[in-house]
């Protein structure tokens, strides 16, 4: 096992995929020359050149919808947004042309494509550069969506997405670009579709993803000092949804709370309740409670920043809730 | 700014006679069909949104005709005529505006949405512009494979008002895409006049802000277009500059079937004199000049394209609904969820 940073994980993700595959290609802002607004790509102009790392005007629409069109005739694009706010930007391609081309061309034309980029808040970046937009994406039919917490489940999620012949949503943390973990050696791919258990616990399941899944960790040490076992489930992958993980992991706490950077309504949260209600609710001995990004713009005074961002107090004070500890 | 008016072309050679057949056959066609697809709207077989082409066919014939067979074609919502013009059977485009198992989208898509993987044509796109960007990717793809095909983008008027034909183009030309961009100027945006719309009257104009060459072509001669879009082929293709075309055309029609052709935008005499530079009208007046065509052949002709598209509506109106899985079929890839 190689210790590396999430960034540079998913730098070897792309270096390697581009090795692998001529039909891979980077487009986005800053992609090459600058190397990468956050360095996600450095390194990639030297070695494969122009033609497959290719800087864009800002014209998040245009460049979006150029590599919708390079899928469609047989690339496999990775389009980096240099954060999610600005994919807003390009919602009509993303939404609109590659998550419904294969069905309502019946089946012909396929785009297999990622869009990639960090998402969610970062410190004191103001309302429009600090949302999570993974459930805007999660409600459409035709994309996955992926949002890898650690450094080996980057590496190994994004090789699965370029690998996909489906339009993959790959959002990645702003926060966590610089956090180091173990990464296998060698090659290997995580399989979409299939959430983890990053801490295993009986007393109650903190279902989670992306940046959350540190908050979670953080919650799940305070509790286990006085004596509570808490489950993380890092979701890895909105949609597909991993329901079966998901319910096996309540089946034996009995008791859930879920974890979310974003805002409250019809939130991913929303989506995780329902299916445990109606697939295990007589396993549940609480109602689960969710702990999400207050339903506010974020605002930029670091105090009120703090105050609307998830916490592990709040997903510990949660806890006590559902295990009736309050 | 170039602006073609006038064929360049000799038309007495035999292979004349034998293209000026072939572009008046195609245009009937399209205007046959499109005449029984509005009566089939009129009956309720064809549902929800059903733009026509009537008026415009000289655009998509002359322009689609010289292409290859790997070149590829991108269109909006007004795509019935293109997808004829580029080889889809009568009977695939009709069973599609039917919602037929057997359209060329699988009854999926509809009148907006109609492919055909093999024969190049990536839709049918109904968000205004939207597909531009989409068809500059596909002559990214080319170049970027080192090929010499062609991507040809057939838009209306109004999409070069919006963002996405503004940064389809910048990208085309700065990175020299082979890349055809079609203007159709009808004259409306729905009932919206060009002038009410944009602020320079001449759209090809537009090309000086990409440094992009453009020419603003008579859109209802379609020797006239066959030229000019053999032109920009010609660009694409050996040199792999992109060109924007501006195709001055008229419908018709209203904008869709639900509205009616004059009334409140425009008067009965404007589409009266329209129909004077009709395009059918005009080459078949051409080729009885040259002594090519008679009105018996004229009628032999018309008898024919009107018997494919009789074929074409009772294939329709007798194929299947998709199954009833076809539902959830195609959301995913194969193998995928």
Known sequence: MAVMTYRDALNQALREEMHRDDRVFLMGEEVAEYDGAYKVSRGLLKEFGARRVVDTPIAELGFAGIGVGAAMVGLRPVIEMMTWNFALLAIDQIVNAAAKMRYMSGGQLGVPIVFRGPGGAALQLGAQHSQSFESWYAHVPGLKVVMPATPADAKGLLKSAIRDDNPVIFIEGEMLYNNKGEVPEGEYTTPIGSADIKRPGRDVTFVCHAKTVSVALKAAEQLAAEGVEAEV???????????????????????????????????????????????????????????????VPMPYNKQLEKAAKADPAKVVAAAKQVLYLA | ??????????????????????????????????????????????????????????????????????????????????????????????????????????????????????????????????????????????????????????????????????????????????????????????????????????????????????????????????????????????????????????????????????GTYRTKDEVEEYRRRDPIKLLAERMRNAGTLDDAGYAALDAEVKAEVEDAYAFAESSPDPDPAALYADVYAPGGR
């Not at chain 2, 292409?67 to 599609?96: C, F, K, N």
């Not at chain 2, 198992?101 to 093999?118: E, Q, W, Y």
């Open chain 2, 1 to 262: 700014m170039a602006t073609s008016t006038r064929p360049e072309r000799k038309e007495s050679s035999a292979d004349a006679a034998a293209l000026h057949r072939q572009y008046l056959r195609h245009m009937l066609l399209i205007r046959r069909f499109e005449e029984k697809a509005g009566e089939a709207y009129s009956l309720g077989k064809i549902g929800g949104f059903c733009h026509l082409y009537i008026g415009q066919e000289a655009v998509a014939v002359g322009a689609i005709t010289g292409l290859r067979p790997d070149d590829y074609v991108t269109s909006a919502y007004r795509e019935h005529g293109q997808a004829l013009a580029r080889g889809i059977p009568p009977r695939a485009v009709m069973a599609e505006l039917f919602g037929k198992a057997t359209g060329c989208s699988h009854g999926k898509g509809g009148s907006m949405h109609l492919f055909d993987a093999n024969l190049g044509f990536l839709g049918g796109h109904g968000i205004v512009g939207s597909h531009i960007p989409i068809a500059a990717g596909a002559a990214f793809a080319i170049k970027y494979r080192g090929g010499d095909q062609v991507s040809v983008c057939f838009f209306g008027e109004a999409a070069a008002n919006i963002g996405a034909f503004h940064e389809a183009l910048n990208m085309a030309s700065l990175w020299d895409l082979p890349a055809v961009f079609i203007c159709e100027n009808n004259g409306y945006g729905m009932g919206t006049a060009v002038a009410r719309a944009s602020a320079v009257q001449q759209l090809s104009v537009r090309g000086n802000a990409y440094d992009m060459p453009a020419e603003m072509v008579d859109g209802q001669d379609v020797a006239v277009v066959r030229e000019a879009v053999d032109r920009a082929v010609a660009r694409a293709r050996k040199e792999s500059k992109p060109t924007l075309l501006e195709l001055r055309t008229y419908r018709y029609v209203g904008h869709s079937m639900s509205d009616a052709a004059h």
């Open chain 1, 233 to 295: 489930l890092d979701l890895r992958t909105i949609r597909p949804l991993d329901i079966e993980a998901i319910l096996s992991s309540v089946a034996k706490t009995n008791r859930c709370v879920v974890v979310e950077e974003g805002w409250p309504f019809a939130g991913v949260g929303a989506e995780v309740v329902d299916v445990i209600q109606r697939e295990a609710f007589d396993a549940l001995d609480a109602p689960i409670i969710r702990v999400t990004g207050a339903d």
